[in-house]
């Protein structure tokens, strides 16, 4: 079993940001130095006046911290992004993480990024595909002309190729179902995101394995798997700590309008002891491990990326739950 970190990079309006750089350096330290596999970031735009760090800079800091694991965005709004762009960037953070670089992508959902960005939501999938494979094509041959319905390009050349032979991975993020059998096809594994339930994850699996069998792919390897995750000393102690600042996350989630796509029973709108069943792995090493082991045993994941602060969460207690976490991972 491989354990991630999901990095919390965004921080409530008036928080001093340099203090935040160096606790999100020292997560990754503690991470590696504790067995951890891989680390990841999300990507937004405009959040204010929630404060956020964009991703791929902030990842080329890490980099250094995450030696020899795997690192990426958790994910890119690839659709509003342009592909060359994307595949330039992977390429250079492919050689900066020594050929561990994974690019993780989604379609994304807010409407004011698009609007910024001079993107409109109703292009998102014919964006997505044609661009991912745009990146593959950029990252793989000399020079390439193409004219599509989105992209144009006349006999171009990246600035260099990616580290890895064939690129970095591209992991698809997905939530609805008519996305996650596209996810099949696109990406080399689903990114599974943080919202769904361990009983709808099963459903979910099942139509994402078919989808992959039914376009002639192999099967995906890793299926990595996003929860939200505190260890405490105890139960009550990994609760009480736990309950604010994830509460806070998820309010800012359900402002967003992010459980829009959601089914009812899913929505963020529940209280926290309801809605933390099933989609959160919170408590002490024993009740943790358990957890884990019952995703394993009921989903057969192998790859799970935590997240593992949230605005108020102290760093301390940050560190602590990572130390515990590694230790769990490591008997399993």
Not at 65 to 87: H, K, T
Not at 189 to 207: N, S, V
Request: hydrophobic content about 45%; aromatic content about 10%.
């Amino acid at each position: 079993m491989k354990v991630g970190i999901y990095l919390a990079t965004q921080f409530t309006p008036g928080t001093p940001l340099g203090p935040q750089v160096d606790n999100l350096v020292e997560q990754v330290r503690v991470a590696r130095a504790n067995g951890f596999a891989s680390v990841w970031a999300a990507q937004h735009f405009i959040t204010a006046p929630v404060q956020m760090f964009q991703t791929v800079p902030l990842l080329a800091r890490l980099a250094p911290e995450a030696a020899g694991m795997q690192i990426g965005p958790n994910i890119l709004v690839f659709p509003a992004l342009e592909p060359v762009m994307v595949a330039e960037e992977s390429a250079t953070m492919d050689w900066l993480s020594d050929g561990n670089y994974v690019l993780g992508v989604g379609l994304g959902y807010r409407g004011e990024e698009f609007g910024a960005l001079g993107r409109s939501l109703d292009e998102r999938v014919g964006r997505m595909r044609e661009g991912l494979d745009l990146v593959r094509r950029l990252w793989t041959e000399d020079r390439i002309t193409h004219h599509g319905k989105h992209f144009h390009l006349d006999d171009v050349g990246l600035s260099l190729k990616p580290k890895q032979p064939k690129g970095p991975p591209v992991w698809v993020a997905a939530v609805v179902e008519k996305a996650i059998e596209r996810a099949a096809v696109l990406g080399d594994e689903w990114l599974i995101t943080f919202y769904p339930t361990i009983t709808a994850l099963e459903g979910q699996l099942k139509l994402y394995r078919t989808a992959r069998a039914a376009a002639g792919l192999p099967p995906a390897t890793d299926y990595p798997l996003c929860r939200e995750c505190y260890v405490g000393p105890d139960m009550a102690a990994a609760l009480a700590a736990a309950e604010g600042p994830l509460k806070y996350k998820y309010a800012a989630y359900a402002s967003w309008g992010q459980d829009k796509i959601l089914a009812h029973e899913d929505r963020f709108d529940q209280p926290f002891g309801d809605f933390r069943t099933d989609r959160f792995i919170i408590g002490d090493e024993a009740a943790v491990r358990d957890e884990l082991q019952r995703y394993r045993d009921r989903l057969g994941v192998e790859h799970f990326i935590m997240r593992m602060q949230w605005p108020g969460l102290d760093q301390d207690l940050v560190l602590k739950s990572i130390e515990r976490l590694g230790r769990i991972a490591a008997t399993l």
